[in-house]
């Protein structure tokens, strides 16, 4: 396998992991009790770009991807660094695809309301 799939690949894995505990339903009652005990590592399971970076180094460490040669610490630091960026690659494109697609369906709404608001006024001045 290529670097660069290497690299996509486990940027996708850190981006969905992190935006699961960050972001899901399913962790927030996790996320509360964490913020409860401690303000720090609250803060931690809620911030998408502090998170993603632990995840990050974890998934560097565990797959030993080989992006990056040189000494062996410091390589898995450096990878760490380029998955948490590719996650967070991954978490800007499909906000903006997000925020795209409300956009689109507000407009569409819009032109809906407008088209049955001209229906009206032509069938009253008939």
């Known amino acids: ?39 720090y590592a609250g803060e931690l399971v809620s911030c998408h770009l502090c998170l993603g970076s632990w995840v990050g180094f974890v998934l560097a460490a565990l797959f030993r991807p080989r992006l990056v040669s040189g000494m062996p610490g410091i390589s898995t630091v450096a990878e760490g660094f380029a998955i948490a960026f590719g996650g967070r690659v991954f978490n800007e494109v499909t906000g903006l695809l997000k925020r795209e697609v409300r956009r689109t369906e507000e407009e569409t709404k819009i032109l809906e309301e407008v088209s049955k608001a001209d229906e009206a006024f032509e069938v009253s001045e008939t």
């Open 1 to 39: 396998m290529s670097a660069l799939i290497r690299w996509l690949t486990l940027a996708a894995a850190c981006n969905q992991i992190t935006t699961i505990v960050t972001e899901s339903l399913l962790f927030k009652p996790v996320r509360e009790r964490i913020a409860e005990r401690s303000s």
